[in-house]
Every structure is written in C-alpha cells, then in structure tokens.
C-alpha cells in the first residue's frame, strides 16, 4: 500500500470533487495520506480534511512564500494546533528564490523560527526549496535541524545537495516529475539515494506525472512515481511501495 507524503487535497481545485478524489487515491491503492497547511487559509482546512478521514494526517507551518504574513500569534497558534494527535509535523517551510513573493531576509527568519518549534515540539519538519538549495542547507545547519530531520520536498537539486540533507537526518522525496523523459538530474540523484531514505509524494493539484502532465494531479497518481522509482533501483512495484511506505512511517512515527 501506498503511502502519499505531501498533498494539498483542501485545495480550492478540489472543490467540487473532492471526495472522489479521495477515493480514487484508495482504490490505487494509498493507504495513508499526509496532507499540507501552509498559511492562515490553508490550516483549518487541513485539520479539517485530517479529522475528516482516518487515514490523512496533517503537516502545518508556513510557507515562504507566505512568510511576510506569518506573526508570532501565528506560531503560537502552530505550536498549539500541533499538539492533536492527526498533525505528524511541521512544514512545509522553507526558501522560495523563485516566485521571491517575500523578502529573503524575512523568509529566512520565519524558516528559522519554525526550525526552533520543531526542536521544541520534536516534530520531523518538511522543507520547500526553489532556487536556495545553498541558503535552505546553510540554515538547517545553523539550526541544528538535524536534531529532528524531516523531508527535503519534492527534491530538484543536485546529488550534493542531496549528500548534505542526508546527512543532517534528511529523507528525499520525489513527486511526478521524476516519471518526465527529459528529468536526466532526477533520476541520477533518485539511483544514489539509499533505499532507506527514500520518499514519494505527488504535491497535487501541481507536478503532475506522466502520463497525465498538464492536468491536475491527485494523490492516487503517486502510483506512477513508486513505478518510476522501482525502475531506477530495479525493484519491484510492491517492493518500492513497501519500501518508501515504511520509510514514511518509521519518519512520521507511526505504529503499525
């Protein structure tokens, strides 16, 4: 069974179908479901599809490129959500260099102090990272973030890059463009990481895979990712989901 490391299920693309999207997830075979809150919209909605459904967990924290917005009253807040039993970590935060919506200086403030609630709590957090990958590691390193590990999300970067966020108690995820033809960096970084710190995600309604990109993703799509991944290490389908399902839970310290 599948585990689906990072979605946005409260989506507003998800509005009129949602349910059946949910679904759908199940009848390919998802079996658990950690959903994302990233901002004063996206949170409530995300506790609420998590005490909705047995099976979706919850990540909150504060996206970068929201970070001009986040208070303290919001960490606070964080901080107090963070103690229902349905939320498993803290995220996704981070740098984003590339829509750069907030001042760096304030991105990287807000990611420090939701590094330093993740020590407090204990809680595995999940990085963003577009065009920062030198920056997002400088601050994890300074940060001891090593203390409490997480997931370098839908991970682009170089194998280097993902060396240092190995090292620092790290797992790598990748979503659906890993399954694109012309993804040549991707998969080289997907065949070195070790099978025990590998994840797998679809970040939908974005990153769709192939065979379906252009169209909204949803979770059930993450099929196509465990195929792409057991092709690069030459593993069986059942193998992968086994693989990167146990990884997910012995991560967000599940039982069972």
């Known amino acids: 069974m599948l585990f689906e490391t ?11 179908d949602r349910a059946e999207v949910i679904a759908r997830a199940q009848e390919n075979g998802v079996s658990t479901i950690v ?3 990233f901002n004063a919209e996206t949170i409530p909605s ?12 919850a990540v909150i924290g504060w996206h970068p490129q929201d970070a001009k917005d986040m208070t303290d009253e919001h960490l606070e807040w964080i901080e107090e959500l963070s103690r229902d039993p349905k939320v498993v970590g ?8 590339y829509w750069d919506t907030s001042p760096r200086d304030v991105q990287a403030e807000v990611f420090r102090k939701q590094i ?3 020590r407090k709590l204990d809680m595995p957090i999940i990085i963003h990272n577009r065009d920062a990958h030198q920056d997002v590691l400088t601050i994890l390193k300074e940060e001891k973030a090593a203390d409490v590990g997480g997931i370098m999300h839908c991970f682009s970067g170089s194998w280097e890059t ?15 463009p890993l399954t694109f033809k012309n993804a040549k960096q991707p998969k080289e970084v997907a065949a070195k990481v070790p099978l025990d710190k590998l994840l797998i995600e679809t970040d939908c309604p974005y990153l769709t895979p192939h065979p379906f990109r252009g169209k909204r993703n949803e979770s059930g799509y993450v099929r196509y990712v465990c195929e792409e991944m057991a092709n690069i290490h030459g593993l069986s389908y059942e193998e992968m989901a086994q693989i990167t399902a146990d990884n997910a839970r012995r991560l967000f310290r599940m039982n069972g």
């Open 6 to 16: 990072h979605a946005h299920l409260n989506a507003n693309e998800f509005d009129e």
């Open 35 to 37: 959903n994302i809150g």
């Open 46 to 57: 995300c506790m609420d599809l998590a005490h909705a459904y047995d099976f979706i967990y």
């Open 90 to 97: 803290l995220g996704e935060m981070g740098l984003d260099y």
């Open 116 to 118: 330093r609630l993740a």
């Open 162 to 176: 993902a060396k240092q966020a190995l090292d620092m108690n790290f797992y790598i995820s990748f979503g659906g």
